[in-house]
């Protein structure tokens, strides 16, 4: 079965250092997708990225995170200037049209901030 | 209100027990749902989509009261694999964000 592979598996970074997280979506897929998932809470919508854009983005997703597909594969993730808060294992994930079809998640990138 | 909201339970049951989970949702106008499964620190994977006709999938049986805004999932003769939390997920469309709700733990216990 296709899968949704991200980069690192899992990060130590220091406060206020830049992270990117690299998903590379299934091959076919058009819409793609960062969550993230604070331990011991739920899964929280971070943004929506179709058609080299961003379509929707929740209130997380603040100044200091940004998206980009470079090269057609690569689906990343960049926090400028971590925080604390932003420990949390963070979830690429992607679809082929999202009207009903399945989202599938990649394994996740855990992110330690210390 | 929260947009998703499920019992987090935590549910114990023994293997061959039936075990049901509830969820509502606030926003009337989502348009598809999920049953998502997760296993301790691994990424949610999709158990079934829930359709208004209700919908069944070997020992789980999900159904959907729009009216009341209403999620059910039912879990028939559990096994010890089926230990995980379950994510009650909504969808709103457009550009598929989903909205997922706390989680409800089930351990099956021999």
């Known amino acids: 079965e296709p899968e949704v592979t991200q980069t690192p598996s899992h990060q130590v970074t220091q406060m206020g250092q830049e992270v990117i997280l690299r998903c590379v979506p299934i091959s076919n897929h058009l819409y793609f997708y960062w969550y993230r998932q604070i331990l011991g809470q739920k899964v929280e919508f971070l943004v929506s990225?179709?058609?080299?854009?961003?379509?929707?983005k929740s209130e997380i997703f603040d100044d200091q995170f940004s998206v980009e597909r470079p090269d057609g594969s690569n689906f990343t993730l960049k926090i400028r200037s971590t925080k604390l808060e932003d420990s949390a294992m963070y979830f690429c994930a992607s679809t082929w049209t999202p009207g009903g079809n399945t989202i599938y998640f990649g394994e996740g990138s855990w992110l330690t901030v210390v | 209100r929260k947009e998703v909201e499920q019992d987090p339970g935590p549910f114990n049951v023994p293997e061959g027990a039936t075990v049901a989970f509830n969820c509502t949702y606030s926003?009337?106008?989502?348009?598809?749902f999920f049953w998502y499964r997760q296993d301790c620190r691994k990424e949610p994977k999709l158990l079934m989509s829930?359709?208004?006709s209700g919908n069944e999938d070997g020992r789980f049986t999900a159904q959907l009261n729009r009216a009341s805004q209403y999620i059910s999932l039912l879990i028939r003769d559990s096994k010890l694999s089926d230990s995980a939390t379950y994510l009650c997920v909504v969808n709103k469309g457009s550009y598929g964000k989903l909205t997922f709700g706390q989680g409800t733990i089930l351990t099956v216990h021999p």
């Open positions: 829930v359709y208004s």
């Open positions: 926003n009337s106008a989502s348009q598809s």
């Open positions: 990225f179709y058609n080299n854009e961003i379509s929707e």
